[in-house]
């Protein structure tokens, strides 16, 4: 199995920053893992946000985020972090963490998932 645990959601006013983290664990959790973020708004589907290979050398964005979003990855630790930067309203979702063998760059479809962590910007 593999379990994902994020955190580090919250309440932020526009412009504010969060740092989102993903804790990867499991039987079968592999080191060489792309690992991922999407997010989830009321009513709305659920949405790529980023991707990272498990050397760090392939990321992905979507374009929503691209100059605002960085993703980057500890392998030691095993987790993933989404820093995000002048947040705006529209970045309100809940956000979920993911890992698959999938290229950063096809990130699309991936198997694992976390349970998700909720972010609301206000205006």
């Known amino acids: 199995q593999v379990q994902l645990v994020e955190s580090g959601g919250g309440v932020v006013r526009a412009g504010g920053s969060l740092r989102l983290s993903c804790a990867a664990s499991?039987?079968?959790?592999?080191?060489?893992?792309?690992m991922g973020w999407f997010r989830q708004a009321p009513g709305k589907e659920r949405e790529f946000v980023a991707a990272i290979t498990w050397s760090g050398s392939s990321i992905s964005y979507a374009d929503s985020v691209k100059g605002r979003f960085t993703i980057s990855r500890d392998n030691a630790k095993n987790t993933v972090y989404l820093q995000m930067n002048s947040l705006q309203p529209e970045d309100t979702a809940v956000y979920y963490c993911?890992?698959?063998?999938?290229?950063?760059?096809?990130?699309?479809?991936?198997?694992?998932w976390g349970q998700g962590t909720q972010v609301t910007v206000s205006s």
């Open positions: 993911a890992a698959d063998t999938e290229s950063a760059q096809y990130f699309r479809n991936p198997v694992h």
């Open positions: 499991g039987r079968t959790f592999s080191f060489y893992y792309t």
